[in-house]
Nanobody, 113 residues
Framework: QVELVESGGGLVQAGGSLRLSCAAS????????AGWFRQAPGKEREFVAA????????YVADSVQDRFAISRDNAKNTLYLQMHSLKAEDTAKYYCVNAEGSWGQGTQVTVSS
């Protein structure tokens, strides 16, 4: 099974930007769709974005539409989430996942208002 490790989280002011990365081990990462979820304290985990195995199709939640973008580099076995115009309500732990059902441990994003 693929191991996923997220990075790039941190503390940022409202209006700022961050890029999250998710490094995958294993040769099958490039064969499957992948995505990002997030979970804020006291809330359920929610979908953020997804991308097809070949990056031809992307899906972004309405709540982050026009601010977040998902991409991948299969040559590097890496998934990305570019986040702009961050808001306090984007504060959460962000997880990457692939269609095989592998989850990373998450990376914390905190947006100060």
């Amino acid at each position: 099974q693929v191991e996923l490790v997220e990075s790039g989280g941190g503390l940022v002011q409202a209006g700022g930007s961050l890029r999250l990365s998710c490094a995958a081990s294993g040769l099958t990462f490039r064969d499957f769709a992948a995505g990002w979820f997030r979970q804020a304290p006291g809330k359920e985990r929610e979908f953020v974005a997804a991308i097809s195995w070949d990056a031809r199709r992307t899906y972004v939640a309405d709540s982050v539409q026009d601010r977040f973008a998902i991409s991948r580099d299969n040559a590097k076995n890496t998934l990305y989430l570019q986040m702009h115009s961050l808001k306090a309500e984007d504060t959460a732990k962000y997880y990457c996942v692939n269609a095989e059902g592998s989850w990373g441990q998450g990376t914390q994003v905190t947006v100060s208002s």
